[in-house]
């Protein structure tokens, strides 16, 4: 199985700060990585697929970049509604795999 | 609007079956793959199983932790998915959800969730 090793496992922020988040596969995945949103309770949301996709209708504050083993989400100006824990996942091969999640708290 | 809705959770006992449902409208059912994910209290997300549309033969994936207990289908006239979960553990228990995977040039996106059911294992 791909190991997804996502860093850091959670950060504290303020509201203006840009936040970079980081996931590392343990082989080559090409550019098939996505990162997804999760608020408490809620079900995750999509963010970027193929690496560096913005899904329709997220704000052009989060960005992904990365390809082969090393990968970046990047939320260039953290707003209140960005607080919310953060998966990577792998679709390059079954199994598909998550990192462990970041969690972002406020400052 | 796309809209996954999934029924079928709540109290199992362990070794027992249950089946879950996903419900999808707002688009082409049959044009998109299908898959289930799963979410233990307190934990990360996991993968549980993934079927492909009809043009593509309606192939399954699993994860080995449900390989051979769970089963994956679809019903694209009634714009359903199923998970029919067989030999319950304790471990099973989770909010499942469905996901609608939309095709791309040489992937998949998962740009629809469920709100997610709630199956508790329990004796």
């Known amino acids: 199985d791909i190991l997804m090793t996502q860093s850091p496992s959670s950060l504290s922020a303020s509201v203006g700060d840009r936040v970079t988040i980081t996931c590392r596969a343990s082989?080559?995945?090409?550019?098939?990585l996505a990162w997804f949103q999760q608020k408490p309770g809620k079900a995750p949301k999509s963010l970027i697929y193929?690496?560096?996709s913005l899904q329709s209708g997220v704000p052009l504050k989060f960005s992904g970049s990365g390809s082969g083993t090393d990968f970046t989400l990047t939320i260039s100006s953290l707003q209140p509604e960005d607080f919310a824990t953060y998966y990577c996942?792998?679709?390059?091969?079954?199994?598909?795999?998550f990192g462990q999640g970041t969690k972002v708290e406020i400052k | 609007e796309v809209q996954l809705v999934e029924s079928g959770g709540g109290l199992a006992q362990p070794g027992r079956s249950q089946r879950l449902s996903c419900t999808g409208s707002?688009?082409?059912?049959?044009?998109?793959?299908m898959s289930w994910f799963r979410q233990a209290p307190e934990k990360g997300l996991e993968w549980v199983a993934f079927?492909?549309?009809?043009?593509?033969?309606?192939?399954?994936e699993y994860a080995a932790s449900v390989k051979g207990r769970f089963i994956i289908s679809r019903d694209d006239s009634k714009s359903v998915a199923y998970l029919e979960m067989n030999s319950l553990k304790i471990e099973d228990t989770a909010v499942y959800y469905c996901?609608?995977?939309?095709?791309?040039?040489?992937?998949?996106?998962?740009?629809?969730w469920g709100q997610g059911t709630l199956v508790t294992v329990s004796s």
């Open positions: 996901t609608r995977a939309h095709p791309y040039s040489v992937g998949w996106t998962l740009d629809y």
């Open positions: 707002g688009f082409r059912f049959g044009d998109h793959g």
């Open positions: 079927i492909r549309r009809k043009a593509e033969g309606e192939t399954t």
């Open positions: 082989q080559g995945i090409s550019n098939y």
């Open positions: 193929s690496a560096s």
């Open positions: 996942l792998q679709y390059n091969d079954y199994p598909w795999t």
